[in-house]
């Protein structure tokens, strides 16, 4: 049973989400908060798998909620947002949220990202991760390529899967482009997760757009 918590100020879209998700027998809705103070307060006495994060929100954002979260090893962060406020997404994806996904996003696809999350992987939908890295690329301090040295440590092959997933690739879309199975992947990326010191796949993409490794426009399938 994934245990979720939701955080937003309003309570018409905290009742949506909570009916959508009590509909699943393998989901639980353990607690609702209207801002991010209430929210750490409530996840202090409350065990939770997952939070679905709004951005803007009173007395405390999401990003500053999900920074404290991540700071404290909490439960994993989904961030909700509108295209609007992708910046917002961004700066909560660089604070240690597991992923992001648009408010309008489906009923199924809101619970493919709660589960995702639950086991370990990171929410990136590849047409997200496009508008939102293409657009901020170009905006990238240039002393975050500073980190372009880690690069090094990679070999050759998991440089190769890291600029896979930086695309928005899956894990059996990138076995199929490598002719290698979905376990070897998922192997190259624990290495490359542990020799950058990232915390996940999300930070992965963040990071190879930092270094340069991709670079904005060449989000999707390699030809």
């Known amino acids: 049973m994934v245990k979720v918590v939701l955080v937003d100020d309003q309570e018409l879209v905290r009742a949506g989400f909570k ?8 989901i639980e809705v353990v607690g609702e908060a209207g801002d991010g103070e209430r ?23 999401g990003i500053e909620a999900t920074r404290h979260i991540a700071r404290e090893g909490g439960p994993k962060v989904i961030i909700l947002t509108t295209f609007d ?26 619970i493919e990202a709660i ?12 047409s997200t991760t496009k508008r939102l890295l293409d657009r901020f ?14 690069l090094e440590s990679l070999t050759d092959r998991e440089g190769e899967v890291l600029g896979l997933v930086a695309r ?15 376990a070897t992947v998922k192997t190259h ?5 542990m020799k950058l010191g990232l915390r ?22 390699p030809e």
């Open 115 to 126: 589960k995702s999350v639950h086991s370990g992987d990171a929410v990136v939908a590849p």
């Open 19 to 26: 009916m959508v998700l009590d509909a699943q027998p393998d």
């Open 200 to 221: 996940d796949r999300v930070q992965a993409v963040v990071f190879a757009y930092e270094t340069g490794l991709v670079k904005s426009g060449q989000s999707g399938h």
């Open 189 to 193: 990326m624990g290495r490359i997760l």
């Open 137 to 150: 690329a170009l905006h990238l301090p240039d002393a975050e390529r500073q980190a372009s040295g880690a």
């Open 39 to 61: 929210a750490l307060a409530l996840l202090r006495g409350t065990r939770a798998d997952v939070v679905l994060m709004d951005v803007r929100m009173p007395r405390m954002d």
């Open 168 to 182: 928005g690739l899956s894990n059996a879309e990138i076995a199929g482009n490598l002719f290698v199975s979905e």
């Open 85 to 110: 406020l992708d910046e917002y997404a961004f700066a909560a994806i660089k604070a240690g949220a597991g992923g992001f996904l648009l408010k309008d996003a489906g009923p199924a696809q809101l």
